[in-house]
């Protein structure tokens, strides 16, 4: 049963573009959200988080918005660079201090010179 | 070290075999965990670590798997007479104290396990 959902599995941009990356979760007990960046052949790095209290976190060009009513976040990234390509994970925690986290599937971006 | 370290990087094994699978956290990482990413899907919890407790195994998919943490730093997967589906990447990763979720966990780059 996948509790965290990635609908799109790829998505191509244009450098300079937005890049908005989607999910979706089924838990409204998730108290915090994240989000991972893994290229190929290295483990996932953290990029960035957000409380279930907030609705956005903003961290230079990246930007998660929180939707708690909609059981939705997105990552935003602007402006959109080719380095910037890599599968993006969304995950979430079922409460804080919990000891261990939620993973979709992830999508694919592409950032086009 | 100056991360996550996972060895072997890539594993082929024939089927009904063990393999072990080795991780060492960062230097000063009291919580450890493993994932694994099987092809489509998404990073599924295996187990996790936190300093002398005992571990957190809610997330191993059956009882051929078996994890290990020695003197609180280097953690060992063992997967006994492995299946086809066992076949997937297997992630490591630490983190400073549990609040794995304040920091974000430091993932090892994983083992590529192939079944065969």
């Known amino acids: 049963d996948q509790q965290v959902k990635q609908n799109s599995p790829s998505l191509s941009v244009q450098e300079g573009r937005i890049s908005i990356l989607n999910c979706d979760y089924t838990n409204s007990m998730f108290d915090y959200f994240l989000w991972y960046k893994k290229y190929p052949a290295e483990g996932p790095t953290f990029l960035i988080s957000?409380?279930?209290?907030?609705d956005k976190n903003e961290d230079g060009r990246f930007t998660v918005f929180l939707n708690k009513s909609a059981k939705h976040l997105s990552l935003h990234i602007v402006p959109s660079q080719p380095g910037d390509s890599a599968v993006y994970f969304c995950?979430?925690?079922?409460?804080?201090?919990?000891?261990?986290?939620?993973f979709g599937t992830g999508t694919r971006l592409t950032v086009i010179p | 070290g100056a991360g996550v370290s996972q060895s072997p990087s890539n594993k082929v094994t024939e089927k009904g075999k063990d393999v072990e699978l080795r991780c060492d956290p960062i230097?000063?990482?009291?919580?450890l965990y493993w994932y694994r990413q099987s092809l489509g899907q998404g990073l599924e919890f295996l187990i996790y670590f936190q300093g002398n407790s005992a571990p957190d195994k809610s997330g191993l998919p059956s009882d051929r798997f078996s994890a290990e943490r020695t003197g609180g730093s280097v953690s060992t997967l063992t997967i006994q007479r492995t299946q086809q589906e066992d076949s997937a990447v297997y992630l490591c990763a630490s983190s400073f104290g549990g609040q794995g979720w304040n920091y974000g966990y430091t993932f090892g780059s994983g083992t590529r396990l192939t079944v065969v």
């Open positions: 957000i409380s279930s209290i907030k």
């Open positions: 230097s000063g990482h009291t919580a």
């Open positions: 995950a979430a925690l079922g409460k804080t201090g919990a000891n261990n986290l939620f």
